[in-house]
C-alpha cells in the first residue's frame, strides 16, 4: 500500500445570579456530528522536533481550503498501546463529499507530491488506509480551561464494542447524560481543559484498522498527564457507581488496553495563525 506524508496532503488542502445563570448557558451539550478521518503514521530516519517544526511551519504557507476543519496529530505516549509505535493523524471535515473531493484534488497535485517526497523521512502516513468516523465532541474543548499555547494535548482512548442488539443510537443518547455528570462535578474537572469524544467507525472496506472490528472510541483530553490523572480520580469517585452501569447496558470497552498519546494542534480553522511549539508537553 502506498505511503503518503499526510502532512503534505493537508498542507494542499487548507489548512452571582448573573454568574449562575453564565455558567448554565456555557454547560451545554453539544451534539453536532462531524466526518473524521484516521491515518496511520511512522515517523522516519530525521523525525525530530526541528523537522517537525519546520514541515509545520512551511505547511502553513500552503493552506488554502476551508473544508479542512482540524488537523491533529498524535504520537504514543506509552509501549502499551494498541497499536505499538503507530501514531495518528486525525482530520476533521465539513463533510464526507467534502473530504472525497479534497482527496481527488489531492491524488493530481505535483506541490502535494514534492512537499511528499520532501519530507517522507521525518513522517509518512497511510493515506490509501484512512480510517472514516463519525464524531461528536459533547464539551468545547476550553470550557475547564484554554490548552496550552503550545497547542500540546494529553489523551486516552478506549476501544468499545457494542453488546448485541445494541448499536450507535444507544452509544449517542447516552452522551448528554455523561456529559450532565461531567458538569455536575465541575471543580473536579476545573483547570484540566478536560474535554471527551466519541468516534463512531464507518469500517470502511480500505480503512487500515478495519479488521480490528472497533465500533466506537471513546478519547478522553486534558491539558497534562497530571490533569487526566485527576480527572479519572472523580470519574471513579463521583461518576463511576452511576453512569457505568448505564453504559455496560449497551456496550463493553477494553480497560486493559487504553491507548495513550501525546498531541498537538496543527491546524484549527477557527484560528487559522496558529502554530504548534513541539518542544512544549
Known amino acids: ?86 501514531g495518528w493523524w486525525e482530520l476533521n471535515w465539513s463533510s464526507q463529499d467534502a473530504a472525497n473531493a479534497a482527496w481527488s484534488q489531492w491524488a493530481s497535485n505535483t506541490e502535494a507530491t514534492a512537499w511528499t517526497e520532501k519530507y517522507e523521512s521525518v513522517l509518512s502516513c497511510d493515506a490509501e488506509g484512512r480510517n472514516a468516523l463519525d464524531a461528536i465532541f459533547p464539551v468545547e474543548a476550553d470550557h475547564f480551561g484554554a490548552l496550552p499555547e503550545s497547542g500540546y494535548f494529553y489523551s486516552e482512548f478506549y476501544h468499545c464494542f457494542y453488546n448485541e442488539g445494541s448499536s450507535k443510537a444507544d452509544a449517542v443518547a447516552f452522551l448528554p447524560k455523561y456529559t450532565a455528570g461531567v458538569y455536575e462535578n465541575t471543580d473536579g474537572f476545573d483547570g484540566t481543559s478536560f474535554h471527551y469524544g466519541n468516534y463512531y467507525a464507518q469500517l470502511n472496506e480500505d480503512g487500515s484498522h478495519t479488521e480490528e472490528g472497533i465500533d466506537f472510541l471513546w478519547a478522553s483530553f486534558t491539558n497534562s498527564e497530571a490533569s487526566m490523572v485527576k480527572v479519572n480520580e472523580v470519574f471513579e469517585t463521583n461518576m463511576r457507581s452511576t453512569l457505568f452501569p448505564q453504559f455496560s447496558e449497551f456496550a463493553t470497552c477494553r480497560e486493559d488496553v487504553i491507548d495513550i498519546y501525546h498531541g498537538w494542534t496543527f491546524y484549527n480553522s477557527e484560528q487559522k495563525d496558529f502554530m504548534p511549539d513541539f518542544s512544549s508537553y
Open 1 to 86: 500500500m502506498k505511503k503518503l506524508l499526510l502532512i503534505s496532503f493537508v498542507s494542499f488542502l487548507f489548512v452571582g445570579c448573573s454568574t449562575e445563570q453564565d455558567s448554565n448557558q456555557a454547560a451545554t451539550f453539544n451534539g453536532e456530528s462531524i466526518f473524521v478521518e484516521f491515518m496511520p503514521c511512522q515517523a522516519g530516519p530525521d523525525y525530530s522536533v526541528e523537522n517537525m517544526q519546520e514541515m509545520i511551519s512551511e505547511w502553513r504557507s500552503l493552506l488554502t481550503a476551508d473544508d479542512l476543519k482540524g488537523a491533529w496529530g498524535y504520537a504514543p505516549a506509552a509501549e502499551s498501546n494498541a497499536f505499538g509505535n503507530t
